[in-house]
């Protein structure tokens, strides 16, 4: 059992998810009064001069190039300080993870402010969850059957509140019978 990821079709043939535990939205990290006026992926594809720094491997790149952005607006780096780094140098205009990362990036370097994307016309967030082996069925079965009972708890809200999740990213997953 390892540590929520996002759930992507591509990982679901590999490994087995639980329920989803949350449901994260990306967002920009932008220069603070966000000068090029980068309010998601569409408006960044929009700008021909806009930069987006990005980390290899996540879900934002798809997010991006589905959106319009082109490869040369797109910027990859191997971890996310080197990202920041870039977007404080101005080598890049944004830098791209979860709104939740980003705002506490932007609580930690006073010149960044995190943007929040709008939610898509589908209204679908990206879910996370554990992943396990596949043939881990038992394990998968038990850790769902105490996530039902425990997502939306008082209990589960307050801890996730200590690492700034907000409300609306953990009701985005909660059931009717953890409800």
């Known amino acids: 059992m390892n540590v929520p990821i996002f759930v992507t079709p591509e990982r679901a043939r590999l490994v087995a998810f639980s329920e989803p535990?949350?449901?994260?939205?990306?967002?920009f990290l932008v220069?603070?009064?966000?000068?090029k006026a980068l309010t998601?992926?569409?408006?960044?594809?929009a700008r021909s001069d806009a930069r987006l720094g990005v980390?290899?491997?996540?879900?934002?790149?798809?997010?991006a190039?589905?959106?319009?952005?082109?490869?040369s607006q797109i910027v990859l780096f191997n971890d996310q300080p080197s990202a920041v780094a870039a977007l404080l140098s101005g080598k890049v205009d944004a830098y791209a993870a979860t709104a939740v990362g980003n705002r506490a990036l932007a609580a930690a370097n006073k010149p960044l402010e995190a943007v929040a994307h709008e939610k898509s016309p589908d209204g679908r967030i990206p879910a996370g969850g554990f992943s396990f082996n596949k043939e881990n069925r038992d394990l998968v079965q038990a850790v769902?059957?105490?996530l039902r009972a425990y997502l939306g708890t008082a209990d589960h809200r307050a801890r996730m509140a200590k690492y700034g999740i907000e409300a609306s990213e953990i009701d985005g997953v909660v059931t009717s019978q953890s409800a």
């Open 31 to 35: 220069a603070r009064g966000n000068p």
């Open 55 to 63: 980390v290899g491997g996540t879900i934002q790149i798809d997010a």
């Open 40 to 45: 998601g992926y569409k408006a960044l594809a």
């Open 65 to 71: 190039t589905s959106s319009g952005a082109t490869d």
């Open 21 to 27: 535990v949350w449901a994260l939205g990306d967002g």
């Open 144 to 146: 769902n059957k105490q």
